[in-house]
């Protein structure tokens, strides 16, 4: 196997330590922030390594690239974008700290998603609408690197879809901004200009997520292997399980131990390095 390592700075000693434990026959450069292992054997001590380091590691097989995908889907909140876009709008009525507790405990897997989203939404019940512009226009950042993945993955030709627990407010403007091919998410319900503190139609948990990635799986004419899916809590689990590749960014445990792929330390272009 060959094994990738990348961080922000690259630390040569790490590096060449790296390249030792592993018994790598070569050190290749992809790039200042990417270095491929070639032909390297797991030894358990390149988490530590690489951990004290601030370097992100995966092992991919020797040949792989980019093109031999044709699917990737990823998760919105805390993924994609750097919020929890339900905190911040419950932020708006003073609510943040009671509705980021029962998110993160979601995002942990320790209470069911469903429950978590009724529970959370309802306590915004009686907000206008427009709260959810400010979140976007003045909270909602993009995650390092997703302009750039997205441009690579394009580029190679990859079907792209956003499928999110959080709402179809943000995932359809993320879509037109980043060109995916689709979107997926929940239907906050707005009656004269406030929300009801209800979502409408099926709610988009872990299974849905699932469930959507396998329709374009199946519609595309797709194996399991040729699928990325990304994410960073319990609620994507089901989909990276579906996903011949799945990719836990800035993750819970949960989801890391599940993953192919972490990325604590570069942005999520760092993806595009596995495959170059």
Not at 119 to 139: D, H, K
Not at 193 to 212: E, N
Request: proline share 3%.
């Amino acid at each position: 196997m060959n094994l990738v390592v990348q961080g922000d700075d690259v630390d040569s000693v790490a590096l060449k330590t790296v390249a030792k434990l592993t018994g790598a026959s070569a050190i290749e450069q992809i790039n200042p922030q990417a270095f491929r292992l070639v032909g390297a054997h797991e030894h358990g001590e390149v988490e530590a390594v690489c951990a004290t380091a601030a370097l992100d590691w995966t092992w991919v097989e020797p040949g792989r690239r980019l093109a031999d995908f044709g699917l990737f889907v990823t998760d919105m909140d805390s993924t994609l974008i750097n919020i929890e876009c339900i905190d911040e709008i419950a932020d708006m009525q003073g609510l943040k700290a009671e509705v980021a507790t029962i998110t993160e405990a979601a995002m942990r897997g320790e209470i069911d998603f469903t429950e978590s989203l009724t529970r959370r939404v309802s306590l915004l019940a009686g907000l206008p609408e427009s709260a959810l512009t400010e979140v976007y226009e003045q909270r909602l950042q993009l995650n390092p690197g997703a302009e750039r993945l997205m441009r690579g993955l394009k580029s190679a030709g990859i079907h792209t879809v956003l499928v999110s627990g959080g709402f179809t407010y943000f995932t359809e403007r993320l879509k037109a901004r980043l060109g995916f091919d689709e979107a997926h998410a929940n239907q906050l319900e707005v009656v004269e200009g406030k929300l009801t503190g209800r979502v409408s139609g099926p709610v988009v948990d872990g299974a849905a997520k699932a469930a959507h990635l396998r329709a374009a799986r199946e519609r595309l004419g797709l194996r399991p292997d040729q699928v990325i899916a990304a994410g960073d809590g319990a609620n994507d689990l089901p989909m990276l399980t579906e996903a011949g590749f799945g990719v836990a960014f800035r993750a819970k445990p949960v989801l890391r131990k599940a993953a192919d792929c972490r990325l604590d330390h570069v942005g999520l272009d760092g993806l595009l390095n596995l495959f170059a």
